[in-house]
């Protein structure tokens, strides 16, 4: 590798961090700008919590992967050990249904186990703990979009339906 060839390798990596922090900081204020708003549907709440928890999550591991400080990896973990709850509670919202009781307690005792583990060290220095962390995001969101897919064909053609269609290539897309 010549030296040119490496400092090209290093801006496109600072490019990629600065784009991850303003994503996530670009996220931040678009779920304070839901949150605070007075006359807001209450999906719309939802909504916002789950967008902070998520920019917060990625403003921090771009700031992390930057810094190497610790502080900000626990941060990181924690938010994204917190985001699948406002999202179920986002998809109750969305599909005007409950979500299972199962899966409410599982939501949050995950949320309680990952968010509460992030602090420690165990979360940052062991692999499988992100590991775990990675399954239960595509857990939840596979569990959200089978939900969007039976709403989906229950209902008749029109806008909400669209929306549910649309929520469901999201998903698979992330999963």
């Known amino acids: 590798m010549t ?38 549907p209450r ?13 917060a999550g990625i403003a921090a591991r771009a700031i992390y992967w930057s810094t190497g400080e610790r502080l900000l990896a626990h941060v990181m973990l924690a938010a994204f050990g917190l985001f699948p709850l406002p999202l179920g509670l986002f998809f109750e919202s969305l599909l005007q249904r409950h ?27 062991r692999p499988w703990w992100s590991l775990a962390l990675i399954a239960y995001h595509s857990l939840a ?11 989906w064909r229950r209902r008749p053609p029109g806008p909400r339906k669209s929306m549910y269609g649309a929520t469901v290539v ?6």
Do not use: N, P, Q
């Open 3 to 40: 030296l040119s060839d490496r400092a090209s390798r290093i801006r496109a990596i600072r490019l990629e961090i600065l784009s991850h922090i303003a994503a996530g900081l670009g996220l931040v204020a678009w779920g304070l700008l839901l949150v605070t708003r007075a006359s807001r």
């Open 170 to 175: 999201v998903c698979a897309v992330a999963v």
């Open 43 to 55: 999906m719309y709440g939802r909504l916002g919590f789950f967008v902070l928890a998520l920019g």
């Open 141 to 151: 969101v596979a569990y959200f979009g089978g939900l969007t897919i039976a709403e």
């Open 99 to 125: 979500l299972h009781l199962v899966a409410k307690i599982a939501l949050l005792t995950a949320t309680l186990l990952f968010v509460g583990t992030a602090w420690t060290e165990l979360a940052v220095d």
